[in-house]
């Protein structure tokens, strides 16, 4: 989930990605920093604060944690439950987990969802503190954000 983008400093020249960065938007800083000469570089298009971000891109933000929480609950109920299952099949825990076979679905869906929502939340609440430092939002108005 990264691509090759190697975004130079334009004052010193110094490589601001390091090369690889994600190719997908998400909740994050949207200020790089040069690490030799400490310029400030505006990644606003890549990430983002989340009081800084518009409703669509919101909702792109939980469509694609739904997405992952999908394809993680897919994950889990279509091939490590079952194969827990076959695994123990024959012994006591063998028959719990058929006769619990049912609950596969909803316990995927929700470790799934979960997995992926607590990533998102994680993000935001991460993104809420830093919006909390005066410093950091004197930063995202010199770069052009507009922080109340
Ligand atoms: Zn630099």
Do not use: H
């Not at 998102?120 to 109340?148: C, F, H, W």
């Amino acid at each position: 989930m990264t691509i090759y983008v190697n975004e130079k400093c334009r004052r010193c020249g110094e490589s601001l990605t390091g090369g690889y960065v994600p190719n997908y938007f998400s909740v994050g800083s949207p200020i790089s920093k040069c690490l030799k000469c400490g310029t400030l570089y505006s990644r606003g298009s890549k990430q983002n604060e989340w009081a800084l971000i518009g409703p669509v891109r919101k909702m792109g933000l939980l469509l694609l944690s739904t997405y992952w929480g999908l394809a993680w609950a897919a994950t889990l109920g279509g091939l490590v439950l079952p194969a827990l299952i076959a695994a123990s099949t024959g012994s006591e825990m063998g028959t719990v987990l058929v006769e619990g076979y049912t609950w596969i679905i909803p316990l995927s869906l929700s470790l799934g969802g979960g997995f992926s929502f607590l990533g998102l939340y994680r993000q935001i609440l991460a993104s809420n503190r830093r919006m909390k430092d005066p410093n950091y939002k004197l930063q995202l108005r010199q770069l052009g954000y507009e922080v109340t």
